[in-house]
C-alpha cells in the first residue's frame, strides 16, 4: 500500500509567518497533490505536480506556493500566513488507473 | 472547467434502509472515484471506476458509473450504523491529471 506521510496533524501559526508543510510518498509516484479543506466548501485542489520541479496551479493557488525538489517529497508553502488560510490540508498522491492515496492531513490555525 | 457535483449533501436514514448517492460530472471522463471520510480523518479510498459499465462492490457499498450520462452511483445496501461517514466523488477528465471532488454527502445512519 502507498504510505503518504504529512509531518504534522496540527499546526498553530502567527499571520505573517512562513508556513512549509511537508508530503512525502513511498511509491515513487509522479503525480502529488495539495488540497485544502473547509466545511461547506468541500476538498479544493492548490497545486499539483506531475514531476521533480513541475507543478500546476489549481483552483485557489492565491498565497501559496509549492516546491517538489524530489520525486518524494511535496512542499506547500504559505509565504505569509493569514488568518484565512485556517483550514485542513491534505496531501495526495498517486495514479489514475489505481487511485490516490491521501495523508493523515494537518490542521493549520493561524492566529 | 470540469465540475462535480453530489447529491444529496445530507442524508439521514435508518438502519436496515437502501439508499443512493448519485453524483454528476461536467465533461468527459471515464475515471471517477469514490472516497470515505470520518469525522476528523483523512479520506480513505473506497472505489476506483475507470470504463463506462464499471460496477464495483464491498460489503454493503456497490458503485457505477455510467460515462454517456457522465454519472456515477453509489449505492448503500441495509445500512448499519458503521457506514455513518461523509462520502465523497472525485473525477479526473481527460486530458490532464487533476482530481476534481465533489461537495461531500454527510451519510447519517439512525438506529
Known amino acids: 500500500d502507498v504510505k503518504v506521510t504529512q509531518s504534522s496533524r496540527y499546526l498553530v501559526k502567527r499571520t505573517g509567518e512562513k508556513v512549509f508543510l511537508e508530503c512525502v510518498q513511498d511509491?515513487?509516484?509522479?503525480?502529488m497533490f495539495w488540497y485544502r479543506q473547509d466545511p461547506g466548501l468541500g476538498l479544493r485542489l492548490i497545486y499539483f505536480?506531475?514531476?521533480?520541479?513541475?507543478?500546476e496551479k489549481g483552483d485557489i493557488p492565491e498565497g501559496y506556493s509549492v516546491s517538489r525538489e524530489k520525486k518524494e517529497r511535496f512542499s506547500l508553502i504559505l509565504e505569509s500566513a493569514s488568518t484565512n488560510q485556517t483550514s485542513m490540508y491534505l496531501c495526495?498522491?498517486?495514479?489514475?488507473?489505481?487511485?490516490?492515496?491521501f495523508g493523515s492531513g494537518t490542521r493549520l490555525t493561524v492566529v | 472547467e470540469l465540475k462535480v457535483e453530489q447529491n444529496p449533501l445530507f442524508l439521514s436514514m435508518q438502519e436496515g434502509k437502501n439508499y443512493t448517492i448519485y453524483c454528476n460530472y461536467s465533461?468527459?471522463?471515464?475515471?471517477l472515484y469514490w472516497y470515505r471520510q470520518d469525522p476528523g480523518k483523512s479520506l480513505e479510498s473506497l472505489f476506483v471506476?475507470?470504463?463506462?459499465?464499471a460496477v464495483k462492490q464491498e460489503g454493503r457499498l456497490m458503485a457505477s458509473l455510467d460515462t454517456k450520462a457522465r454519472l456515477s452511483t453509489l449505492h448503500i445496501t441495509a445500512a448499519v450504523h458503521d457506514l455513518s461517514a461523509t462520502y465523497f466523488c472525485?473525477?479526473?477528465?481527460?486530458?490532464?491529471?487533476?482530481?476534481?471532488f465533489g461537495t461531500g454527502t454527510r451519510l447519517t445512519i439512525i438506529p
Open positions: 505536480s506531475y514531476d521533480v520541479k513541475m507543478k
Open positions: 465533461t468527459t471522463s471515464d475515471r
Open positions: 511509491m515513487d509516484h509522479e503525480n
Open positions: 471506476l475507470l470504463s463506462n459499465g
Open positions: 495526495a498522491t498517486g495514479t489514475v488507473n489505481y487511485g490516490y492515496t
Open positions: 472525485a473525477v479526473v477528465s481527460f486530458g490532464n491529471e487533476k482530481l476534481t
